[in-house]
T-cell receptor, first 112, second 114 residues
Framework: DAGVIQSPRHEVTEMGQEVTLRCKPISGHDYLFWYRQTMMRGLELLIYFNNNVPIDDSGMPEDRFSAKMPNASFSTLKIQPSEPRDSAVYFC??????????FGQGTRLTVV | AQSVTQPDIHITVSEGASLELRCNYSYGATPYLFWYVQSPGQGLQLLLKYFSGDTLVQGIKGFEAEFKRSQSSFNLRKPSVHWSDAAEYFCAVATNTNAGKSTFGDGTTLTVKP
């Protein structure tokens, strides 16, 4: 398996634009997690899905953030409108209820 | 809710010296514990994990960690550090109902002197 695949690896956008981050989890994993990493706050769990259903979105910082998982092999994290303080590395991870999270390479987002 | 503390923000060791990175957790029941390593610009790679059983766990790259319930600790060790070990190390804890939903420490940056 190729592991968790995230795209794009880098994204630079202007404030106010919509940004969509994409994730393909490892086949067979029924949990998918979105994390954000910043210098100030470290690694934070934003939201996670189980069997494509959002279970806990309490980490989503604002209504500008939304996440979807239309099927078992694809998830998106959308920010609309984006702001400079959203600049961070966003990680997608997948797993089962009984394994650790397997992380993708991350998307480095810069909002200018 | 669970939490993780990594007391050392930055550690510097000489190549060939031994290493110990500290991790303390807070969780009422038996936790799942992990150590991840992150090289610059990369994702997180799992070094080792503890779910149950033997409290001394072996991982990749010559790392090991020991779970001490009485001290709520899960310290990472390596007997001889290589220059390629320079990276940031994260300790994480998860509950026994969802091993993938982890709470991470703030990380320890390891610098290796030649």
């Amino acid at each position: 398996d190729a592991g968790v695949i995230q795209s794009p690896r880098h994204e630079v956008t202007e404030m106010g634009q919509e940004v969509t981050l994409r994730c393909k989890p490892i086949s067979g994993h029924d949990y998918l997690f979105w994390y954000r990493q910043t210098m100030m706050r470290g690694l934070e769990l934003l939201i996670y899905f189980n069997n494509n259903v959002p279970i806990d979105d309490s980490g989503m910082p604002e209504d500008r953030f939304s996440a979807k998982m239309p099927n078992a092999s694809f998830s998106t994290l959308k920010i609309q409108p984006s702001e400079p303080r959203d600049s961070a590395v966003y990680f997608c991870a997948s797993g089962t209820g009984f394994t650790e999270a397997f992380f993708g390479q991350g998307t480095r987002l810069t909002v200018v | 809710a669970q939490s993780v503390t990594q007391p050392d923000i930055h550690i510097t060791v000489s190549e060939g010296a031994s290493l110990e990175l500290r991790c303390n957790y807070s969780y009422g029941a038996t936790p799942y514990l992990f150590w991840y390593v992150q090289s610059p610009g990369q994702g997180l790679q799992l070094l080792l994990k503890y779910f149950s059983g033997d409290t001394l766990v072996q991982g990749i790259k010559g790392f090991e960690a020991e779970f001490k319930r009485s001290q709520s600790s899960f310290n990472l060790r390596k007997p001889s550090v290589h220059w390629s070990d320079a990276a940031e190390y994260f300790c994480a804890v998860a509950t026994n109902t969802n091993a993938g939903k982890s709470t991470f420490g703030d990380g320890t940056t390891l610098t290796v002197k030649p």
